[in-house]
T-cell receptor, first 114, second 113 residues
Framework: DTEVTQTPKHLVMGMTNKKSLKCEQH?????MYWYKQKAKKPPELMFV???????INESVPSRFSPECPNSSLLNLHLHALQPEDSALYLC?????????????FGPGTRLTVL | GENVEQHPSTLSVQEGDSAVIKCTYS??????FPWYKQELGKGPQLIID?????GEKKDQRIAVTLNKTAKHFSLHITETQPEDSAVYFC????????????FGSGTQLTVLP
């Protein structure tokens, strides 16, 4: 299984809602990532988990809250988002954090904030 | 930090022709250079990568070349097909630290039938 899965595929939420994005991989990878991607732009790194511990937080606003319940799962909890947070949210995984290992991306969750 | 520049931003080719996308990087310590293909509505897919101890790597119609002295690397696609139409991103990374991938700005490739 060489796949990273993400749910839901699409999400529409109001600015007062609380929602969560889910990511799963069964490749035994120990590093997992959240990226945000705006249209026609490259992915921007948000968070990195290594061995289920948060290793990198790229100064992301606190309305985004990551969680890594186990080595296969990564969640992104959303609360009080702004319309400018509308984007494609991508999850990725790699074998390790510092090695020259390939990063595999999931299909993304298309988020719209009204 | 690392800075990766990618050119061109858009590229149109006739089916069967070759396409070349070029990237330059700023940090001479970078030693891993992947290329991703992103189709509309999908996540980026790793298509080929190269490490700094290698000058060229091929996989069927796709090849990547690396010039460490000039700090640039290129993606070559031969015999292009309509299904090659997508956005392509180059990236660079330095191993041995937690520094993560730095992406180029992307190239929209359109293969005209």
């Amino acid at each position: 299984d060489t796949e990273v899965t993400q749910t839901p595929k699409h999400l529409v939420m109001g600015m007062t809602n609380k929602k969560s994005l889910k990511c799963e991989q069964h490749m035994g990878h120990r590093a997992m990532y959240w990226y945000k991607q705006k249209a026609k732009k490259p992915p921007e790194l948000m968070f990195v988990y290594s061995y289920e511990k948060l290793s990198i937080n790229e100064s992301v606003p606190s309305r985004f809250s990551p969680e890594c319940p186990n080595s296969s799962l990564l969640n992104l909890h959303l609360h009080a988002l702004q319309p400018e947070d509308s984007a494609l949210y991508l999850c990725a995984s790699s074998q390790g954090l510092v090695e020259l290992d390939e990063q595999f991306f999931g299909p993304g969750t298309r988020l719209t904030v009204l | 930090g690392e800075n990766v520049e990618q050119h061109p931003s858009t590229l149109s080719v006739q089916e069967g022709d070759s396409a070349v996308i070029k990237c330059t990087y700023s940090d001479s310590a970078s030693n891993y250079f992947p290329w991703y293909k992103q189709e509309l509505g999908k996540g980026p897919q790793l298509i080929i990568d190269i490490r700094s101890n290698v000058g060229e790597k091929k996989d069927q119609r796709i090849a990547v070349t690396l010039n460490k002295t000039a700090k640039h690397f290129s993606l070559h696609i031969t015999e292009t097909q309509p299904e090659d139409s997508a956005v392509y991103f180059c990236a660079a990374k330095y191993s041995g630290s937690a520094r993560q991938l730095t992406f180029g700005s992307g190239t929209q490739l359109t293969v005209l039938p």
